[in-house]
């Protein structure tokens, strides 16, 4: 007799496809506030535009004339030493881009004017390591975002149509390899194509271990996520109440999201929600959320912060999340993150199995009610053979209505043709899936059937 195992997804509702690659998805709330420690330091930061972690060390940039990187320690914040001053001398910065600063192999690395410095931070001082000119005809560096020694993506910002929103360049070979994105289509009256860029002005940063990079528009409720090549891996709008942009609101216009931090595991970012007028009106009382997304696009969490911080950093062991404040110029904050396996666990499996088959589901899926014992091994006799069949549910998820995951066996009392059979059971099951693929594999010695 041969055994016939059928699983199947339904996915619906869940997300909601709004073309061919952009999925919809609701937002979650954040329940939970995480809690700073506010520690004094000696020196004043002026400007805290940007912080980052490197080993046991915090680097400030304060966007000054001198002094413009303060280094303390992690262990208690003790202050170090400064280095650089505004100039064109060896050991000075022209222009120094915050949008462009990231760390690369413990290495701070931005775009100052046209060329690309990488810096040493050690115990005693910081160095220039390398540089590398980066001045290329219609290349613009607009929100530039290093990927790795040498690529870096930034705004196709010269391009008469505005048809493509990015462009990759290769620094080592000085030259544009290819412009990449279509903007997207939003109902919104544009006089200019300058305003329609000003419109989807967007947030950057890379993953150089997984080679990805993600966008987090300003003005709109979504984000995309690339690999290394230009290929749209995630293109997501979150559901939202707020105002639609107007190219003519300019300061009423809502800020979703600011400051990308990224880890190899994880996207950190502070979600605003707040038109810029209401910000500074504002900026005393103002707290950001904290938002935690997946690499694959999935938004984990959601987290009230007790400061008003401008801008954040995550430490090296994903402990500590440090924050700087332009209303204290002598304060750095630190929170403690939770427990990252809180987040992992949608990526973890369980085993579970009855006296027919034994698999592996997601961790967080149950029995759903519609599964009449959990013993699982009742039998149904049906059309084409004797069935067991068990529905699946996943209770985390923020949407209620309508994920499922049948797994299903049969055992046929009459010839079974599988190809004919696979395109019955997908003609029921194909008009209320978002996704869907069908692939023959092998459980132990039991065939297969995923639709």
Known sequence: MRIFTYIFVLLLLVQCRVDNKTIMIDDIVANDTLVSNSLKVKENILMPTKIFAIKDKLVVFDHTKNNI??????????????????????????????????????????LDNHTIKWISVEDDKMSITKTKTIKIEKAPTNRLCLMNDSIYVADAFNNDEFKYEFQKVNIN?????????NYPKEKIDFKKEIDKYLAFMKASTSNPKNDRFVSFYLYFNRLKIFDINGKLLNDIVIKSNHPKYKPEEKNNNIIYRVEPFATNEFIYVLNIEKSKRDFESNISTFMPKLEIWSWQGKLLKKYFLDKPIIAFTISDDNSKLYGTSILKMDEIYEFDLPEQFDFNSENEFKEVENQFYKINIPSTWVYSTSTPFESNDIIQKSKVG???????????????????MWVGLISPYRDLHLKEYVVSRDSLVMPFTANYVNRIESINDKSVIYS
Request: proline share 4%; with cysteine; aromatic share 14%.
């Open 69 to 110: 990187f303060k280094v303390f320690k992690t262990s208690d914040l003790e202050f170090i030493y400064s280095f650089g001053n505004k100039g064109k001398g060896p050991d000075e910065f022209a222009f120094i881009d915050p949008n462009s600063m990231k760390i690369i192999n413990n290495e701070l690395c931005f």
């Open 173 to 181: 070979k000085k030259e544009v390899i290819e412009q990449f994105s």
């Open 386 to 404: 004797m069935c067991n069949t068990n529905i699946f549910v996943n209770p985390n998820s923020a949407d209620k209505c309508g994920t499922s």
